[in-house]
């Protein structure tokens, strides 16, 4: 019996659909991955900046969770981080 596990990716193979969208407001905001890191740990998330960096590059699947913690810690509407989405589809 063989069985195969298939993975979602987004069209250009990445892990998630948000990682550019969440470096760009952090770049915009003048934050390092360490202190968005920092940031999201203020607020009960336990990570560091590995987990951003590899978020980011979409080497990470993201979850629901994960988002709003995002959201939070740049400080924007969760809709900005899913917007355009669509487009990567």
Do not use: C, W
């Not at 940031?39 to 709003?68: A, C, P, S, W």
Request: hydrophobic share 45%; proline share 1%; charged share 30%.
């Amino acid at each position: 019996m063989n069985f195969f596990m298939f993975k979602i990716k987004a069209a250009d193979g990445t892990n998630n659909l948000t990682g550019k969208k969440i470096a760009e407001i952090r770049k915009t905001k003048k934050l390092s991955q360490r202190k968005l890191a920092t940031k999201m740990q203020l607020l009960g998330f336990d990570v560091d900046h590995y987990f951003i960096r590899r978020v980011e590059n979409g080497e990470r699947f993201v979850t629901d969770i994960d988002l709003v913690i995002f959201s939070r810690a740049l400080e924007v509407p969760l809709e900005i981080l899913l917007s355009n989405i669509n487009d990567k589809l």
